[in-house]
């Protein structure tokens, strides 16, 4: 009788565990394949999906530009020239540069899943995107040359120096960038932040990134 009972228990565990088995291997059929082409999108989208008009803004720079004018006013400039005197203005302007790249850039062919499980994100090059002039901050001295022929020469003077201390602002931020390996850490930095926890969450479970902004420099945030 114990021999006969034992069988159909040891049937019943054998089934039980032939039927584990065969929803296990059903699961692992069934897990999330990560290939290449699912992280392709799975990056572009999530990136284009953060960047309002197209531009991802990764990074901001704080910067003050000097600039001068001078006008010198000349009576009779073809008989007998006389100065009448030169009217300057010198601008100091700080202000804010906001930096990034354009998304509309990219494209499934900029990333790539290595077999080593490495993410790499090949990025546009970083362009300015917006100056923003402090003008509550902003220092003027103005030396008038020539004021009883002219009241306004100051202020158009300076008026002229605030316009070329803008270009200025954006001259040494484009400058700033294309010298400087920092924004495009900062850059990569920000990318890794953002595409880290949306992989995690689809299943990846340690997402590593490599990033390639312009043409020769190759990073990887943390390493």
Not at 47 to 72: C, H, K, W
Not at 164 to 182: F, M, N
């Amino acid at each position: 009788m114990g021999l006969l009972s034992a069988r159909p228990l040891w049937r019943s565990i054998a089934g039980f565990l032939l039927a584990v088995g065969a929803l296990s291997i059903v699961l692992w059929l069934l897990r999330p394949r990560w290939d290449e082409t699912v992280i392709r999108q799975s990056v572009i989208t999530t990136i284009q999906s953060e960047a309002p008009a197209s531009f991802y803004v990764t990074g901001m720079l704080r910067l003050a530009a000097t600039s001068e004018v001078a006008d010198t006013r000349v009576l009779f400039p073809d008989l007998l020239p006389l100065s009448l005197g030169t009217t300057r203005a010198t601008v100091r302007l700080p202000g804010s540069v906001a930096y990034g790249f354009d998304v509309s850039a990219l494209a499934p062919a900029n990333v790539t899943f290595h077999d080593d499980g490495v993410i790499e994100v090949a990025l546009p090059d970083l362009r300015v995107f917006s100056v923003e002039p402090d003008l509550n901050a902003m220092e003027i001295q103005t030396e008038v040359g020539w004021a009883r022929t002219h009241a306004g020469s100051g202020q158009t003077a300076t008026r002229a120096a605030i316009v070329l201390a803008q270009d200025v602002l954006r001259q040494q931020a484009e400058s700033h960038l294309s010298t400087s390996d920092q924004p495009r850490i900062n850059t990569a930095i920000a990318l890794q932040d953002l595409l880290t926890p949306v992989l995690q969450s689809a299943g990846l479970d340690d997402p590593q990134f490599s990033f390639r902004i312009g043409p020769h420099l190759v990073m990887q945030p943390g390493g």
